[in-house]
């Protein structure tokens, strides 16, 4: 099992910052992807950006530019730097780990946390 435990987020203003964090701990595998989901109401969950465990990354189109993911090997750490923000950017932001093992992935979840950008 792997326990995800999130920090940051909260409320910002149209062109502000907050950062987001997520440390693993548990079962980890030396080889795994860690990143960032959200949801927004009414909306399915997306990818935002995420990050290998040899440091490569992916953005969505909707945060290149504006997003930063990085993540900390020694201290299981993945942090978001959400700079520019957009109130299109408000929604839940869920951290994901996952891993696959003999061909299946297994994800887990953190519990989430509330991004809100106002105009």
């Known amino acids: 099992q792997v326990q995800l435990v999130e920090s940051g987020g909260g409320l910002a203003q149209a062109g502000g910052s907050l950062k987001l964090s997520c440390v693993a701990s548990?079962?980890?595998?030396?080889?795994?992807?860690m990143g960032w989901y959200r949801q927004a109401p009414g909306s399915e969950r997306e990818l935002v950006a995420s990050i290998t465990s040899g440091l490569t990354p992916t953005y969505s189109d909707s945060v290149k530019g504006r997003f930063t993911i990085s993540r900390d090997l020694a201290t299981h750490t993945v942090n978001l730097q959400m700079n520019g923000l957009k109130p299109e950017d408000t929604a839940v932001y869920s951290c994901n780990y996952n891993t696959i093992i003999m061909r299946s992935r297994y994800d887990y979840w953190g519990q989430g946390t509330q991004v809100t950008v106002s105009s």
């Open positions: 548990g079962s980890l595998d030396p080889i795994n992807t």
